[in-house]
């Protein structure tokens, strides 16, 4: 029978003592992360109603000419700010200065008649005097028999011419007073169609839209300029079932993606008058002074409409990978991942919709490297 080939027993020692030292080796723990946790708890959230609207100036203006010109010149662009007061746009003023020239040349016209009148006015008077003395001293001779019938009648009727040649005169000066006064309107009537060749700013603000060029025939009622008031807010379309919670002065979170801006703001006016079409009805909000402002743009404003109970963590808590959302829970000393599904978010806190119990701890924030599995050590529980 062959004997089995034995192996030096040095050897066999040292083997042994190496297959030890491994299994001591890989059974020592893998070294845990610091980690800071918080307790998912149960909160009162504010219920939010979203509507959407669009930022417009609180005032605007729509700047026409009051009469028909070609234009002449145009001071201002889209964007310009203006003061009031600042001149716009100036017209061609030939036919208005030929209409104020004439207004005036008939005022001097009906002023040097006036002199001419008042000269007619005395002649008129002499003649009433004469006329009078001359019938009264007739009439004494009439009644003492020593003039004919004829000529008694003749100084009566002296006097009549005389009495109504002065009163026709009179007249014809109290007219030319009527004609001076009248002169006078026209040309002060012209002195302000000629002020509307210079188009003024109604008040400071901005030129948002412009549809004149030097050359074009300015027309009343035509639109050549848009200036709007700095200071704007918020008009939303919001559902008439919403009317009752909704009051004025009442704080309203507004967002407007376009700047990526986001501020409070207070219900201003709600109007009364709701659309037939959408079932809606305005609501406008002032919003704060921001120099990025400008009509047009797309907003949303976020009203309290009361409370609700919810499931929220810190938003620190939650890992997205793509369109998952998970989190980090406590498992004695091991953290475990876990997905939730996510709602409303706030104040850096997420409410929680699903996947998670209240009283639950969770990692928070989540550390680098940190996987399912790994042992953790509690720095501190928020």
């Not at 939010?48 to 729509?62: D, F, H, K, L, P």
């Amino acid at each position: 029978m062959p004997h089995a080939k034995l192996l030096p027993i040095p050897f066999v020692i040292w083997l042994a003592g190496c297959g030890e030292r491994d299994v001591v080796a890989s059974r020592e723990p893998s070294p845990a992360f610091t980690a800071s946790t918080v307790t998912a708890t149960s909160q009162q959230w504010p219920s939010v109603y979203e509507a959407t609207g669009t930022v417009r100036a609180r005032s605007s203006a729509i700047i026409s000419a009051k009469w028909t010109g070609y234009v002449r010149e145009v001071k201002v662009r889209v964007g310009d700010r203006v003061r009031e007061g600042q001149l716009l746009v100036s017209l061609d003023t030939r036919d208005l200065d030929a209409n104020a020239n004439r207004a005036v040349a008939g005022r001097e016209e009906v002023r040097g008649g006036i002199g001419e009148a008042e000269s007619g006015v005395a002649i008129a008077k002499a003649n009433l005097e004469l006329a009078q003395v001359t019938f009264k001293r007739l009439n004494e001779l009439y009644e003492k028999r020593s003039i004919s019938n004829q000529e008694f009648d003749e100084a009566s009727a002296k006097l009549k011419a005389a009495q109504a040649g002065f009163e026709m005169a009179r007249a014809k000066r109290v007219q030319l007073d009527s004609k001076l006064a009248q002169a006078d309107q026209e040309v002060r009537g012209s002195q302000v169609t000629q002020s509307y060749a210079e188009i003024q700013a109604p008040f400071t603000g901005i030129v948002t839209a412009k549809s004149v060029e030097p050359g074009n025939l300015a027309i009343p009622g035509v639109p050549l300029l848009t200036i709007e008031r700095e200071g704007y807010r918020l008009e939303a379309a919001v559902e008439e079932s919403k009317l009752a919670t909704i009051q004025l002065g009442q704080l309203v979170f507004v967002t407007l993606d376009g700047i990526n801006r986001r501020f409070d703001a207070r219900v201003s006016e709600i109007v009364p008058a709701v659309d037939v079409a959408s079932r809606t009805y305005t609501v406008k909000m002032d919003l704060p002074a921001v120099p990025t402002l400008r009509s047009g743009l797309f907003g949303r404003a976020l009203f309290r409409v009361g409370a609700r109970p919810l499931l929220a963590i810190p938003s620190a808590a939650v890992t997205e990978r793509g369109q998952l959302q998970s989190v980090f829970v406590v498992d004695g000393d091991v953290a475990r991942t876990r997905l939730i599904t996510v709602g409303q978010k706030a104040d850096h806190q997420v409410e929680v919709l699903s996947g998670l119990n209240a009283g639950e701890k969770v990692v928070s924030p989540v550390p680098q490297s940190l996987s399912d599995g790994t042992r953790i050590e509690v720095n501190r529980e928020r």
